[in-house]
């Protein structure tokens, strides 16, 4: 379960998979310096009393500073076979992102296959002080069809 290390929003959610660590660094007068490569391999994520899941998850990145504080070097890369919620199936994703781990999270891109078209986020940052994003979410080729099975009845 991650709630009790990521906190209570994440309750109920399980992580599978296999996380590889490798780097190089050395402790100087008590500092830290070096890079460390992870990746998350054959990830699922699943909140089962919510009735989410994301299969088939990859996640890697470097990191160039791991000491007083994290700090990412280039983009991470974060793929993705499938994830479904409420009848809803995305397939084939991709998101890149670079981050400084301490005040913001910037999106470089993010696609997947939906409801047999595309869907692409425009990129955008996100600072961790001001929770907010604004941004543009774009459809291509969508079912029509597929999309007003989701839709509430309308007089």
Do not use: Y
Request: aromatic content about 8%; proline content about 5%.
């Amino acid at each position: 379960m991650l709630a009790p290390v990521f906190g209570p929003g994440l309750a109920g959610v399980a992580a599978e998979g296999s996380v590889v660590l490798g780097g190089e660094g050395t402790i100087r007068a008590g500092e830290i310096q070096g890079r460390a490569h992870f990746e998350w391999r054959d990830g699922v994520l699943r909140d089962a009393a919510n009735a989410w899941a994301v299969e088939g998850i990859a996640l890697r990145g470097d990191l160039g500073r791991l000491w007083p504080a994290l700090a990412g070097e280039g983009p991470f890369v974060l793929t993705f076979r499938e994830a479904s919620a409420a009848g809803v199936i995305a397939r084939d994703g991709v998101i890149e992102f670079t981050t400084d781990f301490s005040t913001a999270a910037q999106l470089l891109r993010a696609t997947c296959a939906l409801m047999d078209g595309r869907v692409d986020i425009s990129p955008f940052t996100f600072l961790f002080a001001k929770p907010k994003v604004q941004g543009e979410v774009l459809f291509a080729g969508l079912e029509l069809g597929r999309i007003a099975t989701l839709l509430p009845p309308v007089l």
